[in-house]
């Protein structure tokens, strides 16, 4: 395997960065830092990042059409506007936010964003009690379940599979997806992670059909894997931080990873096995790479007559 440099791009100190997510249009990487409730807008140019608090506890966050970005949060769906901040609500959750919130989320390449819901106390997950849902730019319903814990979301180039992660049970997930109606079935395995390496958090593809997967608390390493289209890993990359935490494809080429981490002192107590934060942990790295990412849709909201 190649080697990868892995160069820190903004010493963010995220407790919980989360959800990159790159636009073509404005060339800026958009991302929410969970539990300090903040969505961000980082241009690689400039370097300059742009803080905004949300209304209630971001789970990720997509691209809209024209200058905003949607945001699953713990009570619902936001609009966000990228030049002022300004938030206004598209949707409820579909659950009671004080004891659910969404976590990771995804566009698919017709626009509908898919995104799960999961217990808020990662130590009070229910096997099976999770949902993955729909939002086609109106209304927001069930997608998909039985899951656990949302993660790794993501859809092929060709927008015909659905990718989905269990953490916990290292296992990557693919499902047979229909443009036309939206709908995911035939779930079957399509990678185990390695019991030495992390558990699959947040994900991206490549226009040859890679899955890249974050790997936090890895027992061996932490780090970041591609998984070819037959489910092989092909590239593992080393990163210097405990908890990475998503991937995205972005920069002029699209051929630049870029990753976020965490480094929240609670967390950190959970999972880090008496390891304290180092300088880099919560900050977002870019790594070069030789493939090239599929751009992410727009998810476009819909007005009922």
Partial sequence: MPDYEVVRVLDSKARLGESPVWSVDHQVLLWVDILKQTANRFSIATGENVEWSVPSVPGGIVLGEGNSALIVASDGIYDIALDSGAVSKLADAPFDPSKRRFNDCKADRQGRLWSGASNIDPEDQVE???????????????????????????????????????????????????????????????????????????????????????????????????????????VLIEVPVLMPTMVAFGGLDMATLYLTSARDEHIFSLYSG????????????AIQTSFTGVPETKVRVRKAN
Wanted: no cysteine.
């Fill in 128 to 234: 099976n009690g999770g949902v993955l849902y729909r939002y086609d730019g109106m209304s927001l319903t069930q997608g998909y379940a039985p899951i656990t814990i949302p993660n790794g979301l993501a859809f092929s180039p060709d927008g015909r599979t659905m990718y989905r992660a269990e953490s916990w049970m290292r296992t990557i997930y693919a499902l047979d997806y229909d443009p036309n109606t939206g709908t995911a079935s035939n779930q079957r395995v399509f990678a185990q992670v390695p019991d030495d390496l992390g558990v699959p958090d947040g994900a991206a593809m490549d226009t040859e059909g890679g899955y890249w997967v974050a790997l936090p608390l890895g027992p061996r390493m932490n780090s970041i894997a591609r998984f070819s289209a037959d489910g092989k890993l092909d």
């Fill in 274 to 285: 008496g390891k304290g934060a180092n300088d880099l942990d919560g900050d977002i790295f």
